[in-house]
């Protein structure tokens, strides 16, 4: 009969045994599970296969372990263009608390009506009437004097010269101020009538502040195409050419030149609607000290401010916001590049140098800014660990097949709805870069950049091919 010593030491035995069995297959089981993710080898592949040469792309792709399982010259630099949007989002939720929201103040004294802008770049014709509201419940009934547009919590810079120096009348291209209204563009509604009669133009909303030139013919069949444009010396829009009688009513959307006094108007009219008279003008100035405060609005959440920004790659907002961060320490006059110094701060103290980065503009919008899909990548997995953080940027993200600039992409693959990323394009420029879910539970980085000469079209295409396969 055995000892009881004997006893223990064959059951120490057999529990070693079975932890290390247990440990073997565990790792087995690893292994196994990392052979099927895509590897660098087979995304060559997929590039080869569309004609993109390897030189001109940075490509990588994390497990959720943070290690990488492809790379393609990660550490090369490349021309970003819109997903530097998450380089501002990260330094967005770093330095302002879950939850924040800017303000847009009315303020009184015994003559004139002072519009204070808090950088609120979500404050839209709602907003407005919210105030208008407020102000009508005072038994207000008139302004003796001016509608003074109180700007100065930014500079005077409505398109910095990081932005791309040729101007478009869209409202992407719009310009950027502490005081602004429905992403200062105004909306042009064309809608057919009756054939060989003007078509329905309607400015939204109307203020005054454009005049409009309708040039139009309601017709059976198209001869000439219909124009929209805008002189913003004159603050004339004219809209010439034929629509059919058969078409639906159109939008088109065109920035303004002037958002602060784009804003002031817009509360004239809103206040005229409410029986409320400005007998003065509208223009600009500061709130003075003895003014007092009449009316206030909240912004929405900064989350759903990001995805303003994100979703639909709003390079207005993102500008906003990094006026935004400069605007924390400096109550007045804060600048693009004070902003922007932020976000480079932010991106330094995970390590990143500038071998790693060059950040001149918060949307992209330029084509100086260069990085890293490796540089992209430590951004994003430093969110994806911070739990305060992951769950805003993931809303904020655009979902393949479902919405923003996914919508129509990887549709009815195993990608749609379990990819959530920031797209960017620019002339030879394509890239996206986000998060991928597996079925298994696994969440991949990844970061694609492309600079060089091949078809946008194409180089979509083989970015979601290797995202597709990444979760199969």
Not at 133 to 152: A, C, E, H, M, P
């Amino acid at each position: 009969m055995k000892s009881q010593k004997t006893i223990l030491l064959d059951v120490v035995v057999l529990l070693f045994l079975l932890l290390n069995f247990s440990l073997a297959e565990a790792s087995k089981k690893q292994t196994n599970s990392r052979s099927e993710f895509i590897n660098t080898e087979q995304t060559l592949s997929i590039l080869k296969k569309y004609g993109l040469d390897k030189s001109h792309v940075s490509l990588e792709i994390r497990d959720s372990h943070d290690q990488a399982i492809v790379d393609v010259q990660a550490k090369n630099k490349k021309i970003p263009a819109s997903v530097s949007k998450l380089l501002t989002t990260y330094a967005v939720l770093k330095k302002f608390p879950l939850g924040s929201k800017f303000l847009t103040q009315v303020y009184q004294d015994d003559k004139n009506l002072y519009l204070k802008g808090g950088g609120d770049p979500s404050f839209v014709s709602e907003n407005m009437w919210y105030l208008v509201n407020q102000i009508t419940r005072t038994s207000l009934k008139q302004i003796s004097g001016d509608i003074i547009v109180d700007d100065s919590l930014f500079d005077e810079i409505r398109f910095d010269e990081s932005r791309e120096d040729k101007r478009v009348d869209r409202a992407y291209d719009s310009p950027v101020g502490a005081m602004s209204f429905n992403w200062n563009a105004v909306n042009v509604f064309v809608k057919p009538t009756v054939a060989g009669q003007k078509a329905q133009v309607v400015l939204d909303p109307e203020n005054g502040y454009y005049d409009l030139v309708n040039q139009t013919e309601t017709v059976h069949k198209i001869k000439k195409e219909l124009i929209v444009t805008v002189s913003q010396e004159k603050k004339i829009i004219t809209v010439s050419g034929d629509v059919q009688k058969s078409a639906p009513e159109k939008a088109i959307f065109k920035s303004v030149a002037e958002p602060d006094l784009w804003s002031g108007l817009n509360l004239q009219a809103f206040l005229k609607q409410r029986g409320i008279l400005v007998k003065g003008k509208v223009r600009r100035g500061t709130v003075p000290p003895q003014a007092e405060l009449l009316a206030s609005v909240e912004s929405k959440n900064l989350s759903y401010i990001l995805a303003d920004m994100n979703k639909f790659s709003n390079n207005y907002v993102a500008e906003m916001l990094t006026k935004n961060l400069a605007a924390q320490s400096k109550k007045s006059k804060a600048s693009l590049q004070e902003g922007v110094v932020i976000i480079q701060s932010c991106l330094k103290d995970l390590g990143l140098t500038v071998q790693d980065f060059e950040v001149y503009n918060p949307s992209g919008f330029t084509r100086n800014n260069q990085l890293s899909a490796y540089a992209l990548n430590k951004v994003l997995i430093s969110i994806k660990n911070d739990f305060k953080l992951f769950p805003t940027i993931l809303e904020s993200l655009p979902i393949a097949g479902i919405d923003g600039t996914l919508k129509k992409r990887m549709k009815n693959t195993e990608a749609e709805g379990l990819v959530r990323a920031k797209t960017g394009y620019l002339n030879g420029v394509v890239s996206i870069a986000g998060y991928a879910g597996r079925r298994d539970g696994e969440v991949l980085t990844f970061s694609f950049l492309y600079n060089g000469p091949r078809d946008e079209t194409i180089v979509r295409e083989a970015f979601d091919q290797i995202l597709i396969s990444s979760l199969n």
